[in-house]
């Protein structure tokens, strides 16, 4: 899992050229806390310690958590997702190879639903101009929630890139109009969609060294593609591209790193098959029709628990036996 | 150029052939005592033919074929049988199976051999002769020979498996260099033998030799066979995974190869038809591999029986030796014992020591990254098989083709978790088995059991339709007597019939053995009947006078 790890490096690398280096904060503080939490739970659980804290999984589900959540937002909300996601996603079902769902995304969705207040603070890319916190004035709102004297948070934080989507699609506007805002690039955020192609970059890596296979990303990604673009076709002013949904929120990091842990999802090639064009769609669904701004973490876990019933009907005809199915 | 098929997964271990092919087969010298089993094949056990002390003759059937499934054992040489019991052979349970134990006397002087011309016989005749010869498959599972001659479909293609996939092992390899012709000849038996279309030698690619001396043999034999090089990939040496590779047939699961029209013999055991049929010898000898952990790596022409510590003398083990592998790295079996003795299957022997073959690191969770099933040649899920295997839910692991398993190993050399993958499906099998056993033991004593409850309430039944029978006779005798017949009558009467039914009981119980007798013991017998007699008498006419015995 080191290589996973490994190819997480662009995309974090790009974060920080665009977002400053608060997110290298959030990323240690989700890394420390989960090596405790899963430390103390293996001693709980009488299980050996270092072979399990050296296989990198913990550090894996705290990375992709970290990067989840906004680097503005109050150090305890990272480390109460990391705790949850560790001691409640992974140890209590039984540790690693054990746990039905992804850790990351029970984490998120624990923190989405329980504060979804702290989980909009997400800093505008420095290029846009504004206020711009200094990273000790980030850091002093992170730990001690002091914001320099005569700003207030709006000033310095904002929506996502589908979030604001979302709401200015509500308040009538066109995406034609919604697209000439400054926060949005050439594809869809303005520095996410540089972060979302680092991602991607690094996915690229894992597919072409064959530590992921090809089904759960590209049909992912092709899912996703199809039902924007056929959205977009019938009406382009109110969905936007299909380029856009791919490189916004957590598509890229969804395809090739989240939906792609192994433990959580189908070890038949039609059932990754299944399994990815299905949370292809309930993104898109819950992205445009849903009530949150990104849908990633919940089609993946709604896709997690169809996981055994998947596999038990993708079983593919074993050596000897493929002339005796047809 | 022939086109070639592919089969899913497989490996690329390291070959480490290099080491046991600098030097020729060599012969071992005669040891002093061979240990031959029992049990060699695959199938029934033989069954022993000689007695402890005799004295047999090189080539003399030693062990009858235990049943129809099972092979003939000879006497690898000259000698005095010096005991017949269970001995500690090679395999994993270090379980004793039954075995000859020849004192070699060195004489070497061969009893009678049968060759036969091939041409004048048919299929079954074949057969009748390799069976005779005791020749069983040379390439590890050792099957009878003349069980694969059996066919009922024509056999389109004889296939020659001289692949040798499993790492280590160069047995075939050396075979196939120095003794082409022999084998090329056994080839044209077997050909003969399953009016075969085509023959087709596989070899892995990784023996150009091997190859060269195959095709200068066909060649010289102007025979139509084919020589094909077959990529080396573990485990292409499998016969289904060969045939696969060479005509692209998938033989079904749970069927045989000559249902597709196709059969495979090994190398070596088309060698050691043509010995059979050619020189009339039967199975003495086999080449096998001594590598691993030793000074000179080689291989052995050797008799059947020579206890492997001897073979691993020649090779001269390095002392940080610390266990013997038997056959492959990926497939072999670790040895109860260096002492056990070399059988028809055994192709390569192994010293191991830790730095050679380094034990696993500890076994991890299973993250479902499916390597394995990316490798399985068998096409299974190796990962849900062994989640079925250590949860013991075995009915799962069979829906999910758990005995469809070759146990090539394939899976646990790749597993990143280190999970010993094939311990845990054999651990499955057998226990699937053990329980299969037990089931049919217990069916068996259930019917038993019942079958005897029937025989007893029938008998009981018997018993009282008799009691019946009498009775109404019993009564029907009486009926005729005089209604008016006195109380001394009646009771007279009912002494009588007494009489005549202990008379009757008597001469049923009589025994049989009193037919044949001398004229005094007859006498004798007649004195102490009619003593037994006038007792009866004497007791039926007291108890006459006596009155109900009293209750007290």
């Given amino acids: 899992m080191l290589r996973v790890l490994l190819a997480l490096i662009p995309g974090i690398a790009l974060y920080v050229w665009y977002f400053g280096p608060a997110i290298l904060v959030s990323l240690t503080l989700a890394s420390v806390t989960a090596l405790a939490t899963e430390a103390v739970m293996l001693k709980l659980r009488a299980r050996p310690i270092r072979p399990f804290l050296s296989d990198n999984s913990a550090l894996l589900t705290a990375w992709l958590l970290a990067l989840s959540v906004p680097p503005l937002a109050p150090w305890w909300l990272v480390v109460v997702g990391v705790a949850f996601a560790i001691v409640v996603a992974k140890q209590l079902y039984g540790g690693l190879g054990s746990n039905p769902f992804n850790p990351a995304m029970i984490g998120y969705a624990v923190l989405i639903i329980s504060f979804p207040h702290e989980m909009t603070h997400w800093i505008s890319p420095q290029a846009l101009g504004g206020v711009h916190l200094s990273f000790a004035e980030q850091m002093s709102y992170v730990f001690r929630h002091m914001l320099p004297p005569g700003l207030t948070l709006d000033a310095v934080t904002m929506s996502t890139p589908l979030d604001t989507l979302k709401t200015q699609l509500h308040l009538g506007h066109s995406v034609g109009e919604i697209r000439e805002l400054p926060i949005y690039g050439r594809l869809a955020g303005h520095g996410s969609e540089m972060v979302a192609a680092g991602f991607a970059l690094g996915g690229l890596y894992l597919l072409f060294t064959r530590i992921i296979s090809w089904h759960l990303p590209l049909v992912f990604l092709g899912t996703l593609f199809t039902m924007a673009g056929v959205f977009h076709l019938f009406d382009p002013a109110h969905y936007v591209t299909p380029l856009f949904h791919w490189f916004s929120g957590a598509a890229m990091i969804g395809a090739f790193f989240i939906l792609t842990d192994p433990i959580s999802s189908p070890t038949t090639a039609k059932g990754k098959i299944i399994f990815a064009a299905g949370a292809g769609i309930l993104t898109y669904m819950i992205r445009v029709f849903g009530g949150f701004p990104d849908g990633i973490a919940f089609a993946t876990i709604l896709m997690n628990m169809c996981v055994p019933i998947i596999d038990a009907y993708t079983q593919p005809a074993i050596f000897g036996q493929k002339d005796a199915k047809k | ?552």
């Fill in chain 2, 1 to 552: 150029m022939r086109r070639l098929f592919t089969f899913h997964g497989g490996i690329h271990p390291p070959a480490n052939k290099a080491q046991s092919t600098t030097l020729p087969i060599a012969h071992t010298p005669l040891p002093e005592m061979l240990i031959i089993s029992m049990h060699q094949h695959a199938g029934e056990i033989a069954k022993p033919a000689v007695q402890a002390g005799e004295r047999v003759l090189k080539g003399q059937l030693i062990g009858t074929p235990g049943g129809s499934f099972s092979a003939a054992i000879h006497a690898p040489t000259s000698g005095t049988i010096s005991a017949i019991d269970m001995q500690v052979v090679a395999h994993p349970s270090s379980l004793p199976e039954l075995c000859i134990t020849l004192q070699v006397d060195g004489r070497e002087e061969w009893g009678e051999r049968h060759a036969v011309d091939y041409r004048n016989l048919g299929n079954a005749e074949l057969q009748t002769h390799l069976r005779a010869q005791g020749v069983v498959g040379l390439g590890g599972a050792a099957f009878p020979s003349d069980m694969k001659l059996r066919h009922t479909l024509p056999v389109q293609t004889l296939i020659l498996n001289g692949a040798e996939c499993e790492p280590w092992i160069t047995c075939d390899d050396m075979l196939m260099r120095e003794r082409a012709a022999e084998i090329v000849r056994g080839a044209e038996i077997l050909r003969h033998a399953l009016d075969a279309r085509e023959v087709l030698f596989g070899i892995e690619d990784n023996k150009p030799e091997a190859i060269a001396a195959i095709q200068h043999a066909v060649d010289g034999s102007r025979l139509p066979f084919e020589v094909i090089a077959v990529p080396t990939i573990y485990p292409g040496g499998s016969a289904k995974h060969l045939i696969k590779m060479l005509t692209g047939l998938e033989v079904p699961s749970g069927k045989l190869p000559t249902d597709v029209g196709v059969q495979c013999f090994n190398v070596g055991t088309a060698h050691g038809i043509k010995r059979a049929c050619d020189d009339g010898e039967p199975l003495l000898t086999r080449v096998i591999t001594v590598t691993g952990n030793v000074v000179q790596a080689r291989n052995y022409e050797a008799l059947i029986g020579t206890r492997f510590s001897e073979l691993l003398a020649l090779g001269q083990t390095l002392p940080d030796t610390n266990r013997y592998i038997m056959g492959g790295p990926m497939m072999g079996l670790e040895l109860p014992a260096a002492e056990v003795p070399l059988v028809k299957a055994s192709n390569c022997i192994i010293a191991a020591s830790d730095a050679l073959f380094p034990p696993p690191p500890p076994a991890l969770p299973c993250i479902r990254c499916t390597r394995c099933a990316d490798v399985c040649p068998a096409e299974l899920q190796p990962q849900d098989l062994y989640w079925f295997s250590q949860s013991n839910n075995f009915g799962k692991a069979q829906e999910f083709h758990l005995f469809d398993c070759i146990e090539c190993g394939a899976c646990a050399y790749v597993c990143p978790s280190n999970i010993p993958l094939v311990h845990y499906y054999r651990y499955a099998k057998s226990e699937i088995r053990a329980r299969d056993q037990e089931k049919r033991a217990a069916d068996l004593a259930r019917e038993r059991h019942e079958f005897r409850q029937l025989r007893i309430e029938r008998e009981k039944q018997e018993k009282a339709e008799r009691l019946a029978q009498k009775e109404r006779e019993n009564a029907a005798r009486a009926a005729p007597a005089p209604v008016a017949a006195s109380d001394e009558d009646t009771r007279q009467m009912r002494i009588n019939a007494a009489l005549e039914r202990a008379k009757a009981q008597a001469a049923a119980a009589q025994p049989k053995n009193i037919d044949h007798l001398t004229p005094e013991q007859q006498a004798e017998i007649a004195a102490v009947e009619a003593r037994r007699a006038h007792l009866h008498k004497i007791a039926a006419d007291s108890g006459a006078d006596d009155e109900p015995p009293k209750q007290s």
